[in-house]
């Protein structure tokens, strides 16, 4: 594939909805995009067409990664996913590891450079780059992407499936569902390629937030004080009483509660506990990796080494000053007394809210906020070494719309790649074309 990164196409080369052809893949995402690129390999003749619901394709691409696009990420494996079985996303991912994943963007002329924790952006750090160059693909492989085409059904029919869009009827022989999920749904991703999924027989696995921030409640609004502070926490969800997951990495206080990696790979939890009526809580350790045990034998020895040190200025040590000032206030304890004269009582206090600190979470941001979508199309409807349906022959299903969610770090359009290359691998041996 040579390079396009100067090839500076309209967003989408709006075109007439043909009568038939043999591929229809629904939507113009990271998923179906990339399928069109790697179906047009396998099948060099044949004809396929993307439609998309949204007026131009790769609205969220656009937006993601802060306007960047965290593409993949240089270590990806199925542990960094939540969702269906392991081992059918395992074979998944393996079928275009990440290492190719870069490889195949350095031939669309967007060569990616890694950054904290693996991730990987484009070296121009322009998501629009990104999606340019995959719409420029596609055109390259001669696939017209319909915009405006939203698809409202399938039916299956002798022969194929008769779709029905908003711009009119399409008989396609094969169809590839690449309609992602429910989040950010003012991009066109509004859930309703479920509709058309368990329309053609899926049972759908109940769908929540995921990859979201989440509001705090309470009569004591102090999160708002804290507002922009960040700082590396383990957070816990509990659910029943018993630890659903326990995280470490970045908190983010924010005007309206908690964000940040840690937040928002948690909340997928949070909102499945949720769905499933448990009782939910959640706590933070401003000290992750250490018990209340060790921080009160910590801070009960630290007085012998520094008799003259303030309250707060010890805490201080431990998490962001602001941090400290509102526990030391929450736990009632005057931030400027000598630690020489804490008491036995108020240290334990104190270590407390810094070990097992509740937070009154009030909800999630819900789908408007959320990167990603849990929930979907359960993945053992599909053969995993093809993206076909086992329930709906010639249906194939990529990307978010299957009951698999990432975590913070690329890992979400990882699988979107990965899936569509499965499904181009799938295409190029089916019977029907
Ligand atoms: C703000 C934000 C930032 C993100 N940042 C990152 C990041 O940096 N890295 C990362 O890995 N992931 C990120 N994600 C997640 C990532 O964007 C998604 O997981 C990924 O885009 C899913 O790809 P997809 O093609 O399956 O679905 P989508 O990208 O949602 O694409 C689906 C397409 O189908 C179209 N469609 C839907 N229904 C119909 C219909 N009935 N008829 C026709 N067309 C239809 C939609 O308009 C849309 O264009 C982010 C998400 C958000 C919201």
Redesign the pocket.
């Known amino acids: 594939m040579s390079s396009q990164s100067s090839n500076r196409l309209p967003d989408s080369p709006i075109t007439r909805l043909p009568d038939s052809c043999d591929v229809a893949v629904?939507?113009?995402?990271?998923?179906?995009?990339?399928t069109a690129i790697f179906a047009r390999r396998v099948l060099p003749s044949h004809s396929i067409v993307v439609?998309?619901?949204?007026k131009k394709?790769?609205?969220?691409?656009l937006?993601?990664?802060?306007g960047?696009?965290?593409?993949?990420n240089s270590e990806v494996t199925d542990a960094d996913f939540w969702g269906g079985r392991r081992t059918i996303v395992r074979q998944i991912l393996r079928a275009l590891p990440a290492a190719e994943t870069i490889a195949w963007f350095r031939e669309m002329g967007v060569p990616l450079h890694e950054e904290a924790g693996g991730?990987l952006f484009p070296n121009t750090n322009r998501?629009r780059d990104v999606v340019d160059a995959l719409v420029a693909g596609v055109a390259a492989a001669g696939v017209p992407i319909v915009a405006n085409?939203?698809?409202?059904e399938a039916v299956r029919e002798a022969g194929g499936f008769r779709v029905t869009?908003s711009r009119g009827t399409l008989d396609a022989r094969v169809l590839v569902l690449?309609?992602?999920?429910r989040?950010?749904p003012k991009?066109?991703?509004?859930?309703?390629?479920y509709a058309?999924a368990e329309h053609l027989g899926h049972g759908i696995v109940a769908t929540t937030p995921g990859?979201v921030p989440f509001t705090l409640g309470g009569s004591n609004p102090y999160h708002q004080d804290l507002a922009g502070v960040s700082h590396d926490v383990e957070l816990t969800i509990w659910a029943q009483d018993a630890v659903a997951i326990r995280l470490r990495g970045a908190l983010l206080w924010t005007h309206f509660g908690i964000s940040g990696p840690v937040a928002l790979d948690a909340s997928r939890h949070w909102a499945r506990a949720r769905l499933l009526g448990h009782d939910t809580r959640v706590t933070v350790n401003f000290c992750p990796g250490q018990s209340f045990d060790d921080l009160d034998r910590r801070l009960a020895r630290l007085p012998h080494d520094r008799p003259k040190g303030s309250i707060h200025g010890t805490i201080a040590t431990l998490v962001p000053a602001s941090v400290a000032t509102l526990l030391l206030r929450e736990v009632g304890v005057e931030p400027s007394g000598e630690l020489s004269h804490l008491s036995r009582d108020h240290r334990r206090r104190i270590v407390h809210a810094l070990t097992e600190w509740t937070l009154e979470v009030s909800d999630t941001r819900g789908y408007n906020y959320?990167?990603?979508t849990a929930g979907g199309v359960a993945l053992t409807d599909i053969d995993p070494s093809t993206m076909r349906s086992r329930i709906c022959p010639g249906l194939y299903l990529?990307?978010?719309?299957l009951d698999v969610?990432?975590r913070?770090?690329?890992?979400?359009?990882?699988?979107?790649w990965s899936?569509a290359f499965v499904a181009a691998r799938g295409l190029s041996t089916d019977r029907r074309l």
């Open positions: 629904v939507g113009a995402g990271a998923a179906g995009l990339a439609l998309e619901g949204a394709p790769g609205a969220k691409i937006i993601s990664g802060g960047r696009c965290n593409v993949t991730k998501a085409c939203r698809v409202l869009t690449a309609t992602g999920g989040s950010l991009s066109g991703s509004d859930g309703a390629g058309v990859l959320a990167e990603v990529v990307g978010e719309i969610d990432g913070v770090g690329g890992f979400n359009f990882q699988w979107a899936s």
